[in-house]
């Protein structure tokens, strides 16, 4: 059981980053250069990183490796998400200095979600040892699904929520700047940018349902899985921006992706019978991902087996 204060300090620091960046370094809306946005990129993953060592020391060695594992596992699985982000940011045609705003309540929001999906997921495989061999199972499944290039298409106006609250709340016809409420001659009204908010929020929810099965894959202990998550989900913006341009060309992130799911999900179904040890799941994922993104970049573009 991790003590309080370990909790205390996560959760103040947390606090603490999120507070500077949202009133000091991105007080004012502005386009992130690429540049820049790499910067903070290499800044937040080395953040992540070095959370290990806190983590280190409140579940010990093992529990720093399964850190590490977790936070790759679902900063590769987070990426995928910024394929949603651009398509949602180009339907709704939102100018690209106000999407950082976007992005940071999105993410504010996904860590509260993602907060209740972890706990929830670590009370049940511990009430419930058959809940292990579900994950399980919902990985390979999600597996089997990027590996054959059917991966969830983005239709914003078949979104439930979306739909919901274009219906139903007071919204206006234009954007008003990085506004999400604006008060107008006919009273207070939201602007479209709170219902880009809300696809992002709800999509987040649908791409919750394969990481925290995986990241409860490669540990049950709810510090190090939360801690390797929000550290994971907090640098998506700045990484949003930094690979913007080059998205596309990670062609081969989808099928990486897969194996190191279904890698995962058989690693869970036979808990059991065999025990992986943490630091080769660890080599394993990162040389998935290295493999991939090297071969993504160097080998010439053309459809991939995925591609369909």
Known sequence: MVRIWWWLLFGGLVALLLALDLAVFH??????????????????????????LVVG????????????TAYLVELSLSVDNLFVFLALF????????????VLFWGIVGALVTRGVFIFAGVALVARFQWMAYVLGVILIATAARLGLGEAEAVHPERNVA????S?????????????????????????????????IESTDVMFATDSVPAVLAVSRDAFVVYTSNVFAVMGLRSLYFALEGALRALRLLKPALAIILGLIGV????????EVPTVLTLAGVGAILGVATVASLLLPGGKTPTDR
């Open 90 to 101: 180009t339907y709704f045609g939102v100018a690209r200095e106000f999407q950082h705003r």
């Open 267 to 274: 690693k869970m179904l036979l808990a059991h019978v065999i």
């Open 57 to 68: 020391l409140a579940r010990g060695h093992e529990g720093a490796l399964a850190y590490v």
């Open 27 to 52: 007080r004012h809306a502005r386009g992130e250069r690429p540049h820049r946005a790499l910067m903070w990129s290499a800044g937040w993953v080395g953040l992540g990183l070095a959370f290990a």
């Open 167 to 199: 219906r139903v709340l007071p919204v206006e016809k234009r954007f008003h700047g990085e506004r999400f409420v604006v008060r107008t001659s006919t009273g207070w009204r939201f602007t479209p940018l709170l219902i880009v908010l809300i696809a």
């Open 162 to 165: 979306v739909r919901w609250a």
